[in-house]
């Protein structure tokens, strides 16, 4: 009971900020902002010791390198985060912005124009990082925020936390402008779902356990930025050398984050000339490969039997699934049947191929012979981002400012009444 009256107060207090936090100034924000990075910085020390703690503690449960590797912070992780925050300062501040004005026959003049949503509640798992850039995007945004981390990154995220916290609190902006649920207790979860009448959209980032709960419980709104099974398919008429560094860039850059690549699909005129020096390449970087039976007779890399949950499956980590097909368009298929609608790609030089796999591919982010890890806030331009929404109302692909606002109509006149 005590926990339920502890975040139903945050929340109550998330909701009093939000107000005011609307008609804060884009300098005012911008000078907290910059405020904000330098303090990181300032507690980088404190915020690395504490990562350790996290660390150490992932270590003793046995938890997977590539989820130690999500949980991890070092000192360019922790200039990303600043660098982050600084960048927002240097985006256009979307709150207040014209969409499109125009007039109505009565004489109306009517402006549609970017508000703040509110108070947003977003839970996420492993990663420390998200702490800083959820907190400076509803901060620029207008928005108040309510963070509930993942348990294993909560020293972390305390720490990240109040670095950020200590500004807010120097800068007399209202109580309940940041906020961090610091509790490992899942029934905090449950708790903060249940508070649509001061909460206005719940953003969950994690995995697909955590993206269910989130969906099934809440009363809140939910935009989900669910799991990544991100593909490339490369074209009969792909330049092989570019399709090799890509799917290579695509699984082994960063194998644990939702962007890499989980299945290649390869057209089968190009399959016995591309699979066996790229399985190679796979294998010597550690990669386990499941493939199909076409896969598995051309390469002679022990490659497994691929199931077909294999092809449904998000490993964040060195784990492949491989599948020749006969066709773009049987790869489009493929593509709709087993992917989340998160990011995939074709290599290909026949420009017809490349627009129907534009058209025709039904993912927030497809790409033409480039790799799926580019779908990021910072490398789209927009600054940091909330995640990757695989949603399609509201918000879909990175969402950054624009998308943590909503709108309102501006309505003047000059008396007149509705006969």
Same mark, same amino acid.
């Given at each position: 009971m005590e926990l339920k009256k502890q975040i139903t107060?945050?929340?109550?207090?998330? !909701? +009093?900020?939000?107000?005011?936090?609307?008609?804060?100034? &884009? &300098?005012?924000? #911008?000078?907290?902002l910059v405020e904000m990075a330098e303090n990181l910085k300032g507690q980088k020390e404190q915020i690395l010791k504490a990562n350790k703690k996290d660390i150490a503690a992932a270590r003793v449960s046995r938890l997977s390198e590539a989820f130690i590797d999500r949980l991890a912070l070092n000192e360019k992780r922790i200039e990303d985060m600043v660098n982050g925050l600084l960048g927002l300062v240097r985006l256009t501040d979307p709150v207040g912005e014209e969409i499109k004005a125009w007039d109505v026959p009565s004489g109306l003049h009517i402006h549609k124009m970017r508000v703040p949503i509110g108070v947003i509640a977003i839970i996420y798992e492993s990663r420390p990082n998200v702490t800083a850039d959820c907190i400076g995007l509803a901060f620029k945004s207008g928005n108040s925020v309510i963070l509930r981390g993942g348990s294993e990154s909560l020293n972390s995220n305390i720490a990240i936390f109040k670095a950020l916290d %200590?500004?807010?609190?120097?800068?007399?902006?209202?109580?309940?402008?940041?906020?961090?649920?610091?509790?490992?207790?899942?029934?905090?979860?449950?708790? !903060?779902?249940?508070?649509?009448?001061?909460?206005?959209?719940?953003?969950?980032?994690?995995?697909?356990?955590?993206? =269910?709960?989130?969906?099934?419980?809440?009363?809140?709104?939910?935009?989900?930025?669910?799991?990544?099974?991100?593909?490339?398919?490369?074209?009969?008429?792909?330049?092989?050398?570019?399709?090799?560094?890509?799917?290579?860039? %695509? =699984?082994?850059?960063?194998?644990?984050?939702?962007?890499?690549?989980? &299945?290649?699909?390869?057209?089968?005129?190009v399959a016995a000339r591309f699979l066996p020096g790229m399985l190679k390449k796979f294998k010597e970087a550690g990669v386990e490969i499941r493939g199909c039976p076409l896969t598995r007779k051309i390469s002679k890399e022990g490659i497994q039997k691929a199931k077909d949950a294999d092809y449904r499956t998000e490993y964040s980590d060195l784990i492949l699934a491989v599948k020749v097909v006969a066709s773009l368009e049987e790869a489009i298929r493929h593509i709709n049947k087993y992917g989340?609608?998160?990011?995939?790609?074709?290599?290909?030089?026949?420009?017809?191929?490349?627009?129907?796999?534009?058209? =025709?591919?039904?993912?927030?982010?497809?790409?033409?012979?480039? &790799?799926?890890?580019?779908? #990021?806030?910072?490398?789209?331009?927009?600054?940091?981002?909330?995640?990757? +929404?695989?949603?399609?109302?509201?918000?879909?692909?990175?969402?950054?400012?624009?998308?943590?606002? +909503?709108?309102?109509?501006?309505?003047?006149?000059?008396?007149?009444?509705?006969?």
């Open positions: 107060r945050t929340a109550q207090k998330a !909701l +009093s900020a939000s107000r005011s936090l609307s008609n804060l100034a &884009s &300098s005012e924000k #911008d000078r907290i %200590a500004v807010v609190k120097k800068n007399n902006l209202p109580p309940g402008t940041i906020n961090i649920i610091a509790t490992k207790s899942r029934q905090a979860i449950n708790i !903060l779902l249940k508070l649509n009448d001061y909460i206005d959209l719940v953003i969950p980032r994690g995995g697909e356990a955590l993206i =269910k709960k989130v969906t099934a419980l809440s009363r809140i709104p939910v935009i989900k930025h669910y799991k990544g099974i991100c593909h490339v398919y490369v074209d009969d008429y792909a330049d092989l050398n570019m399709a090799e560094k890509v799917c290579f860039n %695509a =699984k082994v850059q960063r194998p644990g984050v939702c962007n890499a690549m989980e &299945s290649m699909l390869i057209h089968r005129d989340s609608h998160h990011s995939d790609s074709i290599i290909t030089d026949d420009d017809n191929s490349a627009r129907e796999f534009l058209k =025709k591919v039904d993912s927030a982010c497809v790409y033409v012979n480039a &790799s799926t890890r580019f779908t #990021d806030g910072y490398q789209f331009g927009l600054g940091a981002e909330i995640g990757i +929404s695989t949603d399609k109302l509201h918000a879909r692909g990175p969402m950054a400012l624009e998308e943590l606002t +909503s709108y309102k109509y501006a309505i003047w006149g000059s008396g007149q009444v509705r006969e």
